[in-house]
C-alpha cells in the first residue's frame, strides 16, 4: 500500500508539473518500483553506500540495484572501496569521494561557550557525531573509556537499528543524542579530539565517512579505526590516526593531541581546499548535462523490474 501511494504521488507530481524532460535521480535501488512507470530523459544512480550490506537489508535490494547499474545514464560512487565494487558491474563508474563544507565547519576553530548539555563534560574529551548503530565498535569504546577514565568519550547522535541496552556504559561516555547540522560546530569546538571509532564488518566495508573531512575542517586532530577510505586517503597523508585494538587506539590519541596545531590545520586545509561540494557539484552537474544532452530514449525499468523480483510484493505493491 505504502508504494503505491508513493507512485501515484510521484506520478501525479509529473503529471500536475506538465514535466516532459526529466532526469531521475536515485540513491537507492528501492526506489525503482516507485518510479518504474516514467520515462525520463536521463537516469542517474548516485551510489553511496553498499546497502546490501546493512543490517535489515531488504532481499530484493541486491536485484534492483543490478537492474539499476544497468540501465542507468550516469552512476556515481561515493567512496574509493564502493568506486572498485561497482566497476566489477560497469566500468564507467564515476568516483565522487565525501566533500566538506569547509565553511561551516570551521566555524568549531573559533572559541565559544559549549552548549548547554555539554558544558559540565570534563576535559579530555574524544566526541563523535553522527548515528549510532551496527557499524560502531561498542567493544572498543568501552576499552578505551575503561583503560582512560579521566578521559571523556561524547557520542553526538541517534541510535539506530541497535538496542540501546547494548550501549556501552560509563561515567566517562556521554550520549547526547541526535543534534542539527547547525548545531554541530558547536559541539565540535568543545571537544579535545574527533572519533571514528567504526567496526572492522560487511557493514562498514565500503563506507566512506562524511564526517572525516568535517573534522578536520573543524580543525580537530582525529583517529580512526582502520576503515578503507579512511586509511586511503587521510591515514597515507597523515591527516588522520589509524588504530584498532583499544591500548593502540589511545597512543594514536595520545600522539595526535601532541602535534602542533597549526601544522595539523594547515596541512588539512591544502587537502580540504580541493574538496569542496562546490566542487564535486560542479562535475556532477556537468556528467548529468552531458546524459540529458544525448540522443533520447526513454526509459522503462518496468519489463526488467518484473522479471528480476516476480517472486516478490514489489511490482504488485506499486500498482
Given amino acids: ?172 561516555i556521554h550520549y547526547l543524542g541526535q543534534k542539527s547540522y547547525a548545531e554541530l560546530p558547536h559541539y565540535i569546538a568543545g571537544w579535545d579530539a574527533a572519533i571514528l571509532p567504526f567496526a572492522r564488518n560487511e557493514a562498514t566495508r565500503f563506507i566512506s565517512p562524511t564526517k572525516t573531512p568535517e573534522y578536520l575542517a573543524a580543525g580537530r586532530p582525529v583517529v580512526s579505526t582502520a576503515i578503507a577510505d579512511v586509511v586511503e586517503p587521510y591515514g597515507r597523508l597523515g591527516l588522520v590516526h589509524i588504530a584498532d585494538c583499544p591500548l593502540d587506539f589511545t597512543t594514536a590519541v595520545e600522539r595526535a593531541l601532541a602535534q602542533d596545531p597549526l601544522q595539523r590545520q594547515a596541512k588539512a586545509d591544502v587537502f580540504l581546499a580541493a574538496n569542496s561540494w562546490d566542487s564535486t557539484f560542479s562535475k556532477m552537474a556537468s556528467l548529468v548535462d552531458a546524459a540529458a544532452r544525448s540522443t533520447y530514449r526513454p526509459h522503462s525499468f518496468e519489463p526488467a523490474l518484473s522479471q528480476a523480483v516476480a517472486s516478490s510484493s514489489l511490482l504488485r505493491d506499486a500498482g
Fill in 1 to 172: 500500500m505504502v508504494r503505491r501511494a508513493q507512485s501515484q504521488l510521484l506520478e501525479r507530481l509529473v503529471r500536475e508539473e506538465g514535466l516532459k524532460d526529466f532526469v531521475l535521480w536515485y540513491y537507492t535501488p528501492m526506489a525503482l518500483p516507485i518510479a518504474h512507470k516514467l520515462q525520463p530523459r536521463a537516469v542517474v544512480y548516485d551510489c553511496m553506500d553498499q546497502l546490501a550490506a546493512f543490517q535489515g537489508a531488504p532481499s530484493e535490494l541486491t536485484l534492483l540495484e543490478r537492474q539499476l547499474l544497468d540501465q542507468a545514464d550516469v552512476v556515481m560512487a561515493g567512496g574509493h572501496s564502493l568506486w572498485r565494487a561497482k566497476q566489477k558491474t560497469r566500468s564507467d563508474v564515476h568516483l565522487f569521494p565525501s566533500s566538506v563544507d569547509a565553511a561551516h565547519f570551521s566555524k568549531a576553530r573559533l572559541a565559544q561557550d559549549d552548549p548547554d548539555d555539554q558544558k559540565d563534560i570534563p576535559h579530555l574529551r574524544l566526541g563523535f557525531f553522527g548515528v549510532i548503530d551496527e557499524r560502531m565498535d561498542l567493544g572498543l569504546l568501552a576499552h578505551v573509556a575503561a583503560l582512560r577514565p579521566d578521559w571523556h568519550i561524547v557520542m553526538v547522535g541517534p541510535v539506530v537499528k541497535i538496542d540501546e541496552a547494548t550501549l556501552p556504559r560509563a561515567a566517562n
